[in-house]
């Protein structure tokens, strides 16, 4: 009876301080856990990773601006969903694909130097795009930049910011009144 009693005690000091010890292992493990900060991607990376922005990856890609908005920026995306490419026109797409000056034409203007925050674009009226013309930013009813509503603001990249938007901006014609 007496090695049983042992034993028993001896099984119990032993898990017990099995379960002591892992009890004081884990606050070890939480603060490394919060040292590893989850590193930001990339505008196009962040975009690509979403998974509905396909159409916009392609036409970045066809229009050799990938490089460009992967680089050191910062840069403001209001990057449009495949379901705001979708809405074009049939046949808009593809041509757009095949007319790579119109096409960097259009996708620059959806693009800002710098990083322009939600709360940032709210007092703005307009904003100059890379492409050289301005957007207009209304905040009456939502943020619509263009007549397109910002659906999601503020996804953080590593170089800059992507407001998500549900239509595909154009530009103003060359030479078109303004």
């Known amino acids: ?3 049983l009693t042992t034993a028993t005690l001896a099984l119990t000091l032993l898990l017990g301080s099995s379960t002591i010890g892992l009890a004081l292992a884990e606050p070890a493990k939480a603060p490394a856990a919060k040292a590893e900060k989850k ?11 979403a998974g509905n922005f396909t159409t916009l990856a392609k ?5 050799d601006l990938v490089t460009t908005l992967k680089g050191k920026g910062p840069f403001t995306v209001f990057a449009p969903t495949d379901q705001a ?23 620059t203007y959806h693009v800002v ?16 795009t890379v492409n050289g013309a301005a957007i207009s930013i209304d905040t009456k ?34 030479g078109a009144a303004k």
């Open 141 to 174: 009813d939502g943020v619509k930049i263009n007549g397109a509503t910002v659906t999601t603001a503020d996804v953080e990249a590593s170089n800059g910011v992507i407001h998500i938007i549900d239509t595909v901006i154009l530009p103003p014609e060359k």
């Open 85 to 107: 490419f979708a809405k074009l026109p049939a046949g808009t797409l593809d041509a757009l694909l095949k007319d790579i000056p119109k096409l960097k034409g259009i996708l």
């Open 113 to 128: 130097a710098g990083k322009v925050t939600a709360s940032k674009v709210a007092k703005l009226k307009t904003a100059k």
């Open 59 to 63: 036409a970045l890609q066809a229009a």
């Open 39 to 49: 590193e930001l991607k990339d505008i196009v990376d962040t975009a690509v990773a």
């Open 1 to 3: 009876m007496k090695t």
